[in-house]
C-alpha cells in the first residue's frame, strides 16, 4: 500500500526541517542562522496544522498559533536585533571545521536511526517515519553547541534542538497534554530572554561574544 | 489547601519584591517571614503522611500530588528556602548590592523557590520537567548579580549547559509518553506519576530503555553528575551565597528526586538492574572526579562545590544499592542539604571579612571569626563524615547496603575516594583555621542571631548522627517502600 497523503507530508516536514538545522552548520553569517531558525518553524508550524487536521485534534490549531507567535515572529525578531548589534561577528573558526561538521551530522542522523528503530517498529502511526528526522535534529542542535564559538550560534543551536523536540513529541503523540505544552512555552520564552540577557553581558564585559575566552574559571 | 500554602507564600514574596519600587528593606523583612508558612505546610504534609491514608491532591487532573517522597523534599527545600532568605543579602544592612540589585535578588530568589516547591510537589512529570527548568533560569538571573568577568561566564555556561541538559531530559519524557500513548490512546493525566506507575509493567523495554537514558542525562545535569557536572562549581562558587546555600543544598536534591520517580517507573518494567548499573557508574565517575579536584583545589567556595559533586555522586551510587542503598541515599541527601546550606552561607560570611575566595589567603580564621570559623570546622567534619554527626552513619549504612549485596571492590573504590576527599578536605580546613592573621583583617565577631541560626543546622546534623528519630524512620521506609516495589 502506498503511504498516505499524511505519512508523506509529515516526512517531508521532518525532512525540510532538518534541512533548516544543517544550514547551521555551513553557514557562517549570523544573520543565516536566524533564517534558518525562521524557516524551520515556519516548516513545524505548518506541521502543527497537518497533524492537527489529519489527526483530528483541533487543540493543536491552537498550539500552532501560540508556536507561531513565539517562534516565527518574536523570537527571530529578537535575535535579529542582537544580530545587528553584532553585525561584524561571523563564526570564522568553529572548534570543528565546516566538512568535518557535515560527516558528523551525517555519522548523527544514522545514530537517530539506530535510536530509534524500535520506536519506529512498535509505531503504527503514520507519522512514525520523520522520527527518527526529528532525534537527529536533536542531535544537530547539540552538535552546533558544542562545536560553535560565538555564543549567539550557541543559543540558535539550542532553540534548533527545541524544535526537535517539539517535533518529535507532534510526530510522535501529536502533541502532548495542553498544560505541559503551555508551560513548555512558557520556559522556552524565559529561557530564551535570558540567554538573549546573557549575551549582551558578555559582549558588555568581554566586549566579543566568542565563547573561547570564557576560560577565567579552571579547575 | 495546604499546597496553597506551599507555594504561594513564595510566589506572593517574588510579587510583593516586584510592585514595591524603589527596593525598601521592610519587603526583604516580610519575605523572610513568609518563608516560614512552606515549612508550615511541610510538616503537615510529613504528618498526613506518616498517618497514612492516600496521598493528598490537589487541582484540575491531580496536578500536585505530596506523597512521603514529596513531603520529605518540600521540607528539605522549605527550610533551606527560609534559612536562605533570613541569612541573604537584603537583612544584613552592610551588603555590597545597590538597592536595583537587592530588588532582583528578592524577586527571582523566591521565584526559583516557588518553582522548587513545584516541582517537588508535581503529579504530572512533565509539570515536574517545566518547573526544574524554570529553576535554571532563575536561578541564572542572579548568580551574575554583581558583574564581573567570572561571573558572566559562570552564568552563560549555568544557562546554555544546564538548559541543554534538561531539554533531553525532556526528550527522554516525550519517549515515555509516546510509548504510553501507543499503548492506551492519548490521555490527559497520562504523564501523571500514578497512571505512570500503573502502566509501566505493560510497556515496551525497548523505548523505556532509550528515554531513561536521555532522563538519565538532562536530571544528572542539573544534580552535577559528572561528566556533565562542569557547570556546578563554576554556578556555585560565583553565586551570592545565599543562592550557593540554595542551589548546592536542594537543588541538587530536586534534580536528583527526578531521576528517583522515573527510576521508579522503569524499575517496575525493566527490573532494578538496568537502573541501577547506570546509577553507579555515574555515581562512581562523579565521585572519581570530584575527589581529585578537591586536592588540586585553590578556592574555598569551589572547594564546597566538588564536595557537593562528591556527594550526588555518593547518593546516585546509593539509589543503585537497593531498598537498603536508597535508604541510606536519602538519610545523606537529608544531611547534604542541612551541612552544605550552612557551610556556603558561612563561606559568605568569610568572604565578607577577607574579600577572597582563594584558600591562599585564609587563615586565622578561629582567631578573626571565632563563632563562624568554629561552625565551619564542625561543618566540613560533618561533610567529610566523621561521628558524631550524620553523614557518619548514613555513609555507613550505605557501606552496609554495597557489602550485603557482595559490592566488595565498589565499596573498596568508594572508601578509597572518601579518603581522597577526607585528606584534601581536613588539609585545607587547617589551613584556614590556623595560621598568621593577614594584614588588615580585623579580628573578633559579635554572636548574633545570623551566627545562632546556623546552630540549628549544627543540631540537625548531631541529631541524625546520634539518634534516627521515629517520625524520620518511619518516612525513610515509606518513601523505600514507594519507590523500591
Known amino acids: ?219 | 489547601m495546604s499546597f496553597l500554602f506551599l507555594i504561594l507564600p513564595p510566589i506572593t514574596a517574588a510579587l510583593l519584591a516586584g510592585l514595591v519600587r524603589p527596593y525598601r528593606s521592610w519587603v526583604g523583612r516580610v519575605n523572610s517571614l513568609l518563608s516560614l508558612i512552606p515549612i508550615g505546610a511541610s510538616l503537615v504534609f510529613i504528618g498526613g503522611a506518616l498517618t497514612g491514608g492516600p496521598a493528598p491532591t490537589f487541582g484540575p487532573d491531580e496536578l500536585l500530588r505530596a506523597d512521603s517522597l514529596s513531603a520529605l523534599l518540600m521540607i528539605c527545600v522549605s527550610a533551606v528556602a527560609a534559612l536562605g532568605l533570613f541569612l541573604g543579602p537584603t537583612l544584613g544592612g552592610e551588603d555590597p548590592y545597590r538597592a536595583a540589585q537587592l530588588r532582583r535578588y528578592q524577586i527571582f530568589v523566591n521565584l526559583f523557590i516557588a518553582a522548587m516547591l513545584l516541582a517537588v510537589s508535581a503529579n504530572n512529570v512533565g509539570v515536574m520537567w517545566v518547573s526544574i527548568e524554570a529553576t535554571t533560569i532563575f536561578s541564572a538571573l542572579i548568580i551574575p548579580l554583581i558583574l564581573t568577568k567570572t561571573s558572566v561566564e559562570a552564568s552563560w555556561k549555568y544557562i546554555l549547559i544546564g538548559s541543554t541538559g534538561i531539554a533531553l531530559a525532556f526528550a527522554g519524557t516525550v519517549l515515555a509518553y509516546f510509548d504510553f500513548v501507543n499503548l492506551v490512546g492519548p490521555v490527559e493525566n497520562a504523564l501523571n506519576w500514578p497512571v505512570l506507575m500503573n502502566s509501566a509493567p505493560a510497556l515496551h523495554p525497548e523505548i523505556i530503555r532509550v528515554a531513561f537514558v536521555f532522563l538519565l542525562i538532562g536530571y544528572g545535569t542539573k544534580a552535577g553528575l559528572a561528566p556533565m557536572h562542569t557547570w556546578l562549581p563554576d554556578a556555585h562558587a560565583e553565586a551570592p551565597a545565599p543562592l550557593s546555600a540554595l542551589m548546592s543544598g536542594v537543588l541538587l536534591a530536586v534534580a536528583i528526586y527526578a531521576m528517583l520517580r522515573w527510576k521508579a517507573v522503569v524499575d517496575l518494567l525493566l527490573g532494578p538492574a538496568f537502573t541501577n548499573q547506570l546509577l553507579i557508574m555515574l555515581g562512581l565517575l562523579s565521585m572519581v572526579i570530584a575527589a581529585f579536584s578537591m586536592v588540586i583545589q585553590r578556592n574555598y567556595k569551589r572547594m564546597l562545590a566538588y564536595s557537593s559533586i562528591e556527594h550526588t555522586g555518593l547518593i546516585c551510587l546509593g539509589l543503585g544499592l537497593g531498598p537498603m542503598g536508597i535508604f541510606a541515599a536519602l538519610y545523606l541527601l537529608i544531611c547534604h542539604s542541612t551541612a552544605k546550606s550552612m557551610l556556603f552561607l558561612l563561606a559568605g560570611n568569610i568572604f565578607h571579612r577577607y574579600h577572597s575566595t582563594q584558600l591562599s589567603d585564609i587563615s586565622g580564621l578561629l582567631k578573626t571569626m571565632p563563632v563562624t570559623g568554629r561552625l565551619f570546622a564542625a561543618g566540613m567534619l560533618a561533610l567529610i563524615g566523621l561521628p558524631p554527626f550524620g553523614m557518619f552513619v548514613a555513609e555507613l549504612a550505605l557501606f552496609r547496603a554495597g557489602f550485603s549485596r557482595q559490592y566488595i571492590w565498589l565499596m573498596v573504590a568508594v572508601l578509597v575516594l572518601l579518603t581522597v576527599a577526607f585528606v584534601s578536605l581536613v588539609r585545607h580546613l587547617n589551613k584556614i583555621l590556623y595560621g598568621p592573621i593577614p594584614k588588615g583583617i580585623s579580628v573578633g565577631e559579635p554572636f548574633g542571631w545570623r551566627n545562632a541560626l546556623l546552630f540549628i543546622n549544627l543540631g540537625i546534623l548531631t541529631m541524625l548522627g546520634l539518634t534516627l528519630p521515629a517520625p524520620l524512620l518511619t518516612l525513610l521506609n515509606q518513601v523505600v517502600g514507594i519507590v523500591a516495589k
Open chain 1, 1 to 219: 500500500m502506498a503511504p498516505s497523503l499524511f505519512s508523506q507530508l509529515s516526512t517531508l516536514g521532518a525532512c525540510l526541517a532538518l534541512l533548516y538545522g544543517l544550514l547551521l552548520l555551513w553557514r557562517r553569517n549570523l544573520g543565516s542562522y536566524v533564517d534558518a531558525f525562521q524557516g524551520q518553524s515556519v516548516v513545524l508550524a505548518v506541521l502543527f496544522g497537518v497533524v492537527g487536521y489529519f489527526g483530528h485534534d483541533p487543540e493543536l490549531y491552537f498550539v500552532a498559533t501560540v508556536f507561531v507567535a513565539l517562534k516565527v515572529f518574536l523570537m527571530p525578531y529578537y535575535l535579529r536585533r542582537m544580530q545587528d548589534r553584532f553585525a561584524v561577528e561571523r563564526e570564522r573558526d568553529p572548534y570543528l571545521n565546516v566538512p568535518a561538521s557535515l560527516i558528523l551530522a551525517g555519522l548523527l542522523v544514522i545514530l537517530a536511526y539506530a535510536v530509534m528503530r524500535p520506536v519506529v517498529t512498535i509505531s503504527s502511526l503514520p507519522t512514525r517515519s520523520g522520527l527518527p528526522l526529528a532525534l537527529a535534529l536533536v542531535f544537530i542542535g547539540l552538535l552546533v553547541i558544542l562545536t560553535r564559538k560565538k555564543a549567539f550560534t550557541q543559543v540558535v543551536g539550542f532553540l534548533i534542538l527545541e524544535n526537535g523536540i517539539t517535533l518529535l513529541a507532534l510526530l510522535g503523540t501529536y502533541g502532548i497534554p495542553l498544560i505541559v505544552e503551555l508551560g513548555v512555552f512558557l520556559d522556552a520564552l524565559m529561557g530564551f530572554l535570558v540567554m538573549q540577557i546573557f549575551i549582551y553581558q558578555l559582549h558588555g564585559t568581554f566586549e566579543s561574544i566568542d565563547v573561547d575566552q570564557l576560560n577565567q574559571l579552571r579547575h
